[in-house]
């Protein structure tokens, strides 16, 4: 039961793009369109991002989108902000069990 | 609006139990599935378990399955996780979190605020 894989770390300065891979393998990513992101910001609750590898649930800014190509799915940020320094993980469905990534610290320099 | 609200933790030996609650509050609690995810100490989340709106379908991460039960009490809006045979590899912050759907999906709108457990002699 493998974690999805993240860059550990990305950085960028506010106002430029970054974007965060997650790669699975057929049985997860691969396979479903169930993959989803949060932002976990240290002591506090996580927050849905993105849901179905690309829709955002209300209230998320449009800054954040996504992509899924094969076995690997993208988290893109535009337009970074302070506030967007957290960390972010996916997630996805794995045929009856869900699997994280090993989440990627942002950092806005 | 909607609010989780984990207890239960706590510090427990090796080899002891606990079991952990989520209270649920604005929104049509057996419409929606559940799941446990835990952070350990300086790592990443992990999924632990899910238990479908109307509690007949349950899953579990192979790290915990046959010593973790999940279930839930519809009337009482509450999910609960039995944690049997607890290991020092199992202490971490436990969040319960809303999935978007009856079935477990994996998409969490909402998490709570987590409990926190130590295993530890």
């Known amino acids: 039961q493998s974690a999805l894989t993240q860059p550990a770390s990305v950085s960028g300065s506010p106002g430029q793009s970054i974007t965060i891979s997650c790669t699975g393998t057929s049985s997860d990513v691969g396979s479903y369109n169930l993959v989803s992101w949060y932002q976990h910001h240290p002591g506090k609750a996580p927050k849905l991002m993105l849901y179905e590898g690309t829709k955002r649930p209300s209230g998320v800014s449009n800054r954040f989108s996504g992509s899924k190509s094969g076995n690997t799915a993208s988290l893109t940020i535009s337009g970074l902000q302070a506030e967007d320094e957290a960390d972010y993980y996916c997630?996805?469905?794995?045929?009856?069990?869900?699997?994280f990534g090993g989440g990627t610290k942002l950092t806005v320099l | 609006e909607v609010q989780l609200l984990e207890s239960g933790g706590g510090l427990v030996q090796p080899g002891g139990s606990l079991r952990l609650s989520c209270a649920a509050s604005g929104f049509t609690f057996s419409s929606y599935a559940v799941s446990w995810v835990r952070q350990a100490p300086g790592k990443g989340l992990e999924w632990v378990s899910g238990i479908s709106g109307s509690g007949d379908t349950t899953y579990y991460a192979d790290s915990v399955k046959g010593r973790f039960t999940i279930s839930r009490d519809n009337s009482k809006n509450t999910v609960y996780l039995q944690m049997n045979s607890l290991r020092a590899e199992d202490s971490a912050v436990y969040y319960c979190?809303?999935?978007?759907?009856?079935?477990?999906?994996?998409?969490?709108?909402?998490w709570g605020q987590g409990t926190l457990v130590t295993v530890s002699s």
């Open positions: 997630c996805s469905y794995a045929g009856g069990r869900g699997v």
């Open positions: 979190a809303k999935d978007s759907s009856n079935g477990v999906a994996f998409e969490f709108e909402f």
